[in-house]
């Protein structure tokens, strides 16, 4: 179920609202949250179920597992030593939880591979990502937001390991942390260190609920106005013959995408962050203006940040993060990006994403990053860290790898095709361009302190009320003609 889908914000979104409001006045203060705690798991169940019963059954497996696990590695009379044990098990079945759902399609398209053509089959596979059928297994269906309510899960487990979080010994509210509707099939990801006292302790206030509504306009507009239109015509060029695809319509195809994933991603977050707000749970950011960053660093600080925050903190830190020295840190680095490559998704491009912005990240710890601080011309920094974040789109968008390569050979083939740009063109996607531009972080930064100083005033508050009423229309409007409405980051 799409959040910028008519069924749930005519239907699925109002009755959990509505719902949730009518436990907080007629159950009393005791039993007030339990209540609403089950009522939030029955409908984020539902939720989850709206995609395929089948898809449930994975994910209740999975709250099955690791609610257990819990008991298993906290801490007790049998000492951290047989704990750390059981730690890695719980881990391990995770993993392979992972695996199976997530990665089976691409092991078995290898081994098909190297049993066809040898060892020339793996380089086969890299470059393209397809089977031979040779064995005959049937494709695996991803479910939806896998790997999320995956991690979040280890979280806990890792979390109550480390004494960071109180083992949870309530069924109802650990299975509500895992399925939670909002952020649960495309995040953010949240640790259950962040959310364990919201669970029993969380105010809905009136402010609260205006604020998440509000959050969650201005994210439903930025899918449905700007990510779907630049949605569509970055799936029209990248189905195109790629060789023929020539320089201008190339360069038209990269931009519409990089400007879609942003606002897509971004506006499910916000949609996510507004929707738990007005149920009283507070997520943390996500992004902060990506866009404007001024190096890759930069970039990484601001982009995922829950991801960024979860890898950080389970891996990069364990492993010994900035420690030991330039060496080891830059491994580190390695890993970290290589395996969030692999996060993303079961084939070769995202590991080519993943080991590209790797190698970007430790050259900027070893030199370039002193050399960008010192630059006094800024522009030139948001210059190349957007001309990096492009590049690595294009292998993040590809199909394989072959189709990638050859994508960045026509950016810079400086050659025209039989493809116009023109016929992508429209007022309504020039204007949705500025539009993008600005409001991706070159508008906002700047007024910040402005902002603060006049958002309680009542001119603000109703010119900001009436001009969610028009977004709210026109994402409707948008919605009821039945444009492109995919979101992108439900495959991860």
Not at 394 to 403: A, D, G, K, L, Y
Not at 440 to 457: D, H, M, N, V
Request: proline content about 3%.
């Amino acid at each position: 179920m799409l959040f910028s889908s008519m069924v749930f914000l005519w239907v699925f979104l109002p009755v959990v609202l509505i719902g949730d409001h009518l436990i907080t006045r007629k159950a009393g203060r005791k039993n007030r949250l339990k209540y609403k705690n089950i009522f939030l798991l029955f409908c984020s169940l539902f939720f989850y179920a709206w995609g395929g019963v089948w898809y449930l059954l994975i994910m209740l497996s999975s709250i099955l597992v690791n609610f257990a696990g819990g008991y298993l590695v906290n801490p007790g009379e049998d000492g951290r030593r047989r704990s750390k044990f059981r730690l890695v098990i719980i881990i391990a079945i995770n993993l392979l939880i992972l695996i199976v759902f997530k990665y089976f399609n691409m092991i078995i398209a290898i081994i098909e591979n190297i049993l066809d053509k040898g060892i020339a089959g793996l380089l086969y596979s890299m470059l393209y990502m397809k089977g031979t059928g040779e064995l005959g297994l049937p494709h695996i269906v991803l479910p939806i937001g896998i790997s999320f309510f995956t991690f979040q899960s280890m979280s806990y487990v890792i979390d109550v390991y480390t004494g960071k979080a109180q083992l949870q010994k309530n069924p109802v509210d650990f299975a509500l942390y895992v399925s939670l509707f909002p952020q649960l099939i495309a995040g953010p990801i949240v640790k259950y260190s962040d959310i364990e006292h919201q669970l029993n302790h969380r105010p809905q206030k009136s402010e609260r609920i205006v604020s998440g509504q509000k959050r969650f306009i201005y994210g439903l507009s930025k899918k449905v106005l700007i990510a779907n239109t630049f949605g569509n015509i970055a799936d029209q060029i990248w189905a195109l013959d790629t060789a023929n695809l020539g320089s201008p319509v190339a360069w038209m195809g990269l931009i519409a995408y990089t400007i879609q994933i942003y606002y897509d991603f971004s506006g499910y977050s916000d949609m996510a962050i507004g929707i738990g707000r007005m149920l009283g749970f507070d997520f943390k950011e996500n992004f902060n203006y990506p866009y404007t960053a001024l190096s890759v660093q930069d970039f990484w600080r601001r982009w995922h940040m829950s991801l960024s925050l979860w890898f950080r903190e389970y891996v990069y830190f364990p492993l010994g993060g900035s420690r030991k020295g330039p060496a080891v840190t830059c491994l580190n680095i390695f890993i970290v990006f290589l395996l969030t490559g692999i996060w993303h998704g079961a084939n070769f491009t995202f590991l080519a994403w993943g080991i590209f912005y790797a190698l970007l990240l430790i050259i900027e710890r070893l030199f370039l990053g002193d050399l960008l601080k010192k630059n006094p011309v800024k522009i030139l920094n948001r210059a190349y860290t957007m001309f990096a974040v492009m590049i690595a789109w294009v292998f993040f968008r590809s199909e394989n790898i072959t189709q990638g390569l050859v994508f960045t050979k026509q950016l810079f083939s400086g050659r025209n095709s039989m493809y116009s740009v023109f016929s992508y063109l429209s007022m309504e996607v020039i204007v949705l361009f500025f539009a993008a531009v600005l409001f991706s972080g070159f508008l906002q930064r700047p007024l910040t302190a402005w902002y603060e100083k006049i958002r309680t005033s009542a001119a603000f508050i109703c010119t900001d009320f009436a001009f969610q009423m028009i977004l709210m229309a026109l994402c409707i409007l948008k919605l009821i003609s039945g444009t492109y409405n995919a979101f992108i980051y439900f495959q991860f």
